[in-house]
């Protein structure tokens, strides 16, 4: 910028000290748990249902047992006015082995933890995450459901195409016409299509809502529901932008949030 304007060495210095500052914050900012509430309307709903929507906690080694243990908190001061946390893949991300003790800290929350495994989950093995989610009293949906409370839900795992995908016509019969019912899939992709097929929400993450600028900009090119909640003729699409972080351990412009989704009768 010097070569084609002049800039005093005050002004220099402030710009550089601007880079630390930045870091320092956007560190702290993503370390820290924000909760955000939405109110969820629909027409047969059997009774009041809060769920906590979270994605993309990354364990690794970087953010390693210490994040589960600050996320395991954060829903034990939830549970005494949330009923159920759904966790939309990659619990953790692939940069360290999963150990069957790794997620313990989960095992003391008050309220049941489902978790549907997303792309990042199969970097460690599946086999390891599974193991630890299970040991820790997880719910595991792949590709299969369960009820809740006058809830459908069902867990779509992600897939590299090593195994055969879930048809819609199985997408289409596991839904049920007197529930809520509900979608977990890790990517926010086939909202539309759920929607035709019979699902009332769908429950996503991945995109970390692109994490810190510039990237959020990009995000919102590569991924047209980038973060937040969407409504579209009665059906919702919740699109969280995750608990950890990919790769760098910061934050900027995006929050590491936990979604309260508030299920009310219509």
Same mark, same amino acid.
């Given at each position: 910028?010097?070569?084609?304007?002049?800039?005093?060495?005050?002004?220099?210095?402030?710009?550089?000290?601007?880079?630390?500052?930045?870091?320092?914050?956007?560190?702290?900012?993503?370390?820290?748990?924000?909760?955000?509430?939405?109110?969820?309307?629909?027409?047969?709903?059997?009774?009041?249902?809060?769920?906590?929507?979270?994605?993309?906690?990354?364990?690794?080694?970087?953010?390693?047992?210490?994040?589960?243990?600050?996320?395991?908190?954060?829903?034990?001061?939830?549970?005494?006015?949330?009923?159920?946390? +759904? $966790?939309?893949?990659?619990?953790?991300?692939?940069?360290?082995?999963?150990? %069957?003790?790794?997620?313990? /800290?989960? #095992? *003391?929350?008050?309220?049941? +933890? $489902?978790?549907?495994?997303?792309?990042?989950?199969?970097?460690?093995?599946? %086999?390891?995450?599974?193991? /630890?989610? #299970? *040991?820790?009293?997880?719910? +595991?949906?792949?590709?299969?459901?369960?009820?809740?409370?006058?809830?459908?839900?069902?867990?779509?795992?992600?897939?590299?195409?090593?195994?055969?995908?879930?048809?819609?016509?199985?997408?289409?019969?596991?839904?049920?016409?007197?529930?809520?019912?509900?979608?977990?899939?890790?990517?926010?992709?086939?909202?539309?299509?759920?929607?035709?097929?019979?699902?009332?929400?769908?429950?996503?993450?991945?995109?970390?809502?692109?994490?810190?600028?510039?990237?959020?900009?990009?995000?919102?090119?590569?991924?047209?529901?980038?973060?937040?909640?969407?409504?579209?003729?009665?059906?919702?699409?919740?699109?969280?932008?995750?608990?950890?972080?990919?790769?760098?351990?910061?934050?900027?412009?995006?929050?590491?949030?936990?979604?309260?989704?508030?299920?009310?009768?219509?």
């Amino acid at each position: 910028i010097k070569q084609l304007i002049g800039i005093s060495l005050f002004a220099v210095c402030i710009l550089l000290a601007v880079v630390p500052i930045l870091g320092v914050y956007s560190y702290f900012h993503a370390h820290k748990l924000v909760v955000k509430e939405h109110t969820l309307k629909f027409d047969n709903l059997k009774e009041e249902v809060n769920i906590v929507h979270l994605s993309d906690i990354h364990f690794g080694a970087v953010r390693h047992k210490k994040i589960i243990n600050h996320v395991a908190d954060k829903l034990n001061e939830l549970s005494d006015r949330c009923d159920i946390a +759904i $966790v939309s893949g990659d619990l953790a991300d692939g940069s360290c082995v999963v150990k %069957e003790d790794d997620f313990q /800290a989960f #095992k *003391k929350v008050n309220m049941p +933890i $489902v978790f549907t495994p997303g792309n990042h989950d199969f970097y460690p093995g599946i %086999e390891n995450v599974c193991r /630890a989610a #299970k *040991k820790a009293g997880m719910i +595991i949906l792949d590709d299969e459901k369960m009820e809740f409370k006058g809830l459908n839900i069902f867990g779509l795992s992600f897939t590299f195409g090593d195994k055969e995908d879930v048809s819609n016509e199985q997408l289409k019969q596991a839904t049920d016409e007197d529930a809520v019912n509900i979608i977990n899939y890790h990517v926010p992709y086939g909202w539309d299509l759920f929607t035709r097929l019979g699902y009332n929400l769908q429950l996503s993450g991945h995109t970390h809502g692109g994490q810190f600028y510039p990237m959020r900009w990009f995000c919102k090119l590569m991924f047209k529901y980038n973060m937040g909640i969407f409504e579209k003729n009665g059906s919702y699409l919740s699109v969280t932008t995750g608990v950890g972080s990919m790769d760098t351990p910061m934050r900027l412009g995006t929050d590491s949030e936990l979604v309260i989704l508030k299920l009310r009768k219509k």
